[in-house]
């Protein structure tokens, strides 16, 4: 209870079984500086003992170690957050505030509008009042398809919407809901869903039939005035600002087939031209906030990824309890619920369920100031957004903030408001600089929610078992890749920024959330260190020179000790937030590949920008798959495709591993090289077999696989040439 008697709208509890983990974490801090102390003391005098090879693994040990005391900050303090809805209903039904909710998409191929309907019905469907409810759809594909989709959905919406609300169905995403439901239902009920779910898949056919075609008929045209807005339109990066209110709040007409009022519902395309930077979501979301300011106004912004669909009906009011409490409320500036995803199977082959970042890290960041701005499936106030200052007198008068209510027609604010999606609007004002989503970082989300946070705000994880929402993984390895290099490039930008967590920051949020942010704005540079460890060890172990203690040696002890108790705990983790065996071993996989691929270009990247010769871009995730490779996926294949550099780099190393394994094993077991293997250099042995073994599907996909998601047999012959070269090049200069 708080004080006065009064009952607060949500709670914060601090995870158990802190003390425990903390000394654990001592015990690995003592056996990690053992570590570093053997590596200094230990240098051999000669380079021919493998004197160079010393000290880059105390280099790269030291980083470790260094990287391992940030993650830290990330599990020291978690808190766990529950919300009241109750008593959000009981005291302040009457003065919910509006709501807007963002939707983005950007290529109606690669993100098909059946999708995004799905995505903007289970968010017109919450169980708010509508006439506060206000849904926007950015279409940065400018594409007619999705418009027409959107069109459709808004027909659609006047059946789904008050069926949602007299079946209390969940969720309310209609393909997910229809999806999952098998429930035996009464002959009355049934028969509603029957129709319903007639009506929907009618929608859909429609609407695959028009992608089918790529366009759309000139019958289907002449339907709706908002097609007319094409005509201006030369291609996706180079067209007027479209923009279209689909359901007008205000009009009251705007009912659904039962009589009540429907959410309002905006269709836009800013406009694009080529000579203009257009800054991806960021630019998006930017002209949505101008725009929404002016039609509907909500204090409160919502912003999905047009994939990440509602899967759970009151997270709009969890939300509020936090905005809303008396308390504590008005320092909150956004809620972040979890990214999750609906198509990750049991052992997640690329680990993209995020599952220790949704379980743990962030509920540790929660608990030193607040999580990250994460980019879908947040909630922001939108003068915070805007770029206020946090001051302890602001108090939100929830009751006056009933947004604005224009009396243009539809027409006029149609035609009146376009200017606000301009493509030059933002130069030389602060949008984009200290006000909405910040332009120029691959992660917008990322920076804009610790440009925030430096602003005195703070800001709240919520994590509730049922999921808010359910969105789509990468399910190909290289749009896993891809994704990563963006993020990981993101990650390093921001740290050499203007909001640099390490410099900027200092004094701004909380020394644990400073080295958080730096936990992951350094992911890119952990692919020096990784590929060191890759490959070093192993070209030394095939040339007989050992760069560990011996197994008789004391020294031996910290590293034993540390390299199982890091992985044991890892493993500990993955399966408490609800992973498998399989699945932490795939999440090793995916670990290396990412230090050393994706981790490996961006940061190269990085330092090409920073020197200038670079420009940001921004790759949208694929979120449809073909029908075999799907197939793969399902059976946990691994799906390459094709051949990227990123690849080159994965099959060589794997390859330099294997040929030092095989040699050494030969060697080991040919003459008494066993016991000398077995005593100088056990943990290198172990190491190049641990590589090995979790290359295994890589070496599948070069030698043995056959189907399409395989490695092409030119890459298998390249990897093997620059294998063996490095190999004895290595061997020679020794
Ligand atoms: O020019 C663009 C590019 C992308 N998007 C939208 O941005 C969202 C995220 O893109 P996606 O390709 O799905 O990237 P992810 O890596 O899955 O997204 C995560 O990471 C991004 C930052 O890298 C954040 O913007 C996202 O919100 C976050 O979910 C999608 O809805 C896109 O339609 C745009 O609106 N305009
Ligand atoms: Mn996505």
């Not at 809805?85 to 009981?90: F, V």
């Not at 929907?200 to 056919?205: G, K, L």
Request: glycine share 6%; hydrophobic share 40%; proline share 4%.
């Amino acid at each position: 209870m708080g004080s006065d008697g009064y009952l607060p709208l949500f709670e914060t509890r601090r995870a158990r079984g802190r003390v425990l983990y903390r000394l654990f974490v001592v015990s690995v801090f003592v056996g990690i500086c053992l570590i570093w102390i053997y590596r200094v003391s230990h240098i051999p005098r000669k380079g021919k003992d493998g004197k160079w090879g010393w000290i880059g693994m105390l280099g790269a040990e030291f980083w470790f170690g260094f990287y391992w005391v940030l993650t830290q900050a990330l599990r020291w303090n978690q808190v766990y957050r529950c919300t009241f809805k109750d008593r959000l209903s009981q005291r302040h039904e009457k003065e919910l505030p509006k709501v807007d909710i963002f939707v983005c998409t950007a290529d109606p191929v690669i993100e098909p509008p059946v999708m995004v309907i799905n995505t903007v019905l289970s968010v017109m469907a919450y169980d708010y009042p509508p006439e506060k409810l206000s849904v926007y759809l950015s279409d940065d594909g400018g594409s007619d398809l999705t418009f027409y989709a959107l069109l459709e959905a808004s027909h659609f919406a006047k059946h789904w919407l008050p069926y949602c609300k007299k079946s209390k169905v969940e969720p309310r995403s209609p393909a997910e809901y229809f999806n999952l439901s098998d429930d035996p239902l009464d002959a009355n009920q049934s028969k509603e869903l029957v129709f319903i779910k007639k009506l929907y898949d009618e929608m859909e056919n429609r609407i695959k039939n028009a992608a089918k075609l790529a366009r759309i008929s000139e019958e289907l045209r002449s339907k709706h005035r908002g097609f007319s807005q094409w005509y201006s339109y030369s291609s996706q990066r180079n067209h007027d600002t479209i923009l279209q209110i689909l359901i007008d709040g205000r009009d009251p007409n705007a009912k659904d087939k039962d009589g009540f009022v429907l959410p309002t519902l905006v269709y836009l395309a800013r406009e694009k031209r080529p000579q203009h930077h257009h800054n991806f979501k960021a630019g998006a979301m930017n002209a949505l906030i101008r725009m929404s300011s002016e039609i509907s106004n909500g204090p409160i912004i919502l912003n999905v990824d047009c994939d990440m669909c509602s899967n759970n009906s009151h997270s709009v009011r969890d939300a509020l309890c936090f905005f809303m409490d008396e308390e504590k409320g008005h320092e909150i500036a956004f809620v972040q619920f979890p990214q999750n995803f609906k198509n990750v199977n049991r052992n997640e082959i690329y680990d993209a369920s995020l599952r220790v970042m949704t379980e743990v890290e962030f509920h540790g960041l929660d608990g030193c100031g607040g999580p990250s701005y994460g980019g879908t499936g947040c909630f922001h106030r939108r003068d915070t957004l805007c770029g206020r200052k946090f001051s302890k007198e602001y108090k939100t008068d929830w009751s006056s903030l009933n947004g604005i209510r224009r009396k243009d027609s539809v027409h006029e604010l149609e035609k009146n408001l376009k200017g606000l999606a301009s493509s030059t609007y933002d130069k030389n004002t602060p949008w984009g600089k200290e006000m909405g989503l910040l332009y120029g970082c691959p992660v917008e989300d990322v920076i804009t929610g610790l440009s925030i946070q430096c602003r005195g705000w703070k800001s709240v994880y919520f994590n509730p078992s049922k999921k808010a929402f359910l969105g789509i993984a990468p399910s190909t390895l290289p749009d896993a890749l891809v994704q990563h290099k963006r993020w990981s490039e993101g990650g390093l930008q921001i740290l050499f920024s203007r909001y640099s967590p390490a410099w900027y920051a200092q004094g701004k949020i909380s020394l644990a959330l400073q080295m958080g942010y730096c936990a992951y704005c350094l992911w890119a540079p952990n692919c020096l260190a990784t590929l060191y460890y890759t490959v070093i060890p192993s070209l030394y172990l095939l040339n007989g020179i050992s760069l560990f203690p011996q197994i008789s040696s004391p020294w031996f002890i910290p590293f034993a000790y540390v390299i199982s108790a890091k992985h044991i705990c890892g493993l500990a983790e993955f399966l408490w937030c609800g992973g498998t065996i399989l699945g932490w071993w795939n999440s090793q996989r995916m670990w290396l590949y990412k230090r050393t691929s994706s981790y490996l270009f961006a940061f190269m990247d990085t330092i090409l920008k920073l020197l200038g010769f670079a420009e940001s871009g921004f790759v949208i995730s694929t979120k449809i798959a073909d029908e075999d490779v799907s197939q793969r996926y399902e059976k946990e294949i691994m799906e390459f495709g094709t051949s990227t550099p990123m690849f080159t780099i994965l099959s060589t190393l794997a390859m330099i591993n294997l040929v030092c394994f095989v040699v050494v094993l030969k060697e080991a077991l040919m003459g008494e090289g066993i016991i000398r293997v077995y005593e100088t250099m056990s943990l290198q042995f172990v190491l190049c077999g641990i590589l090995v073994l979790i290359n295994f599907p890589l070496y599948q996909a070069l030698f043995l696989r056959k189907d399409k998601g395989k490695l092409p047999s030119s890459l298998a012959a390249k990897s093997i040439v620059l294998a063996l070269l490095a190999c004895i090049s290595f061997t020679l200069l020794y």
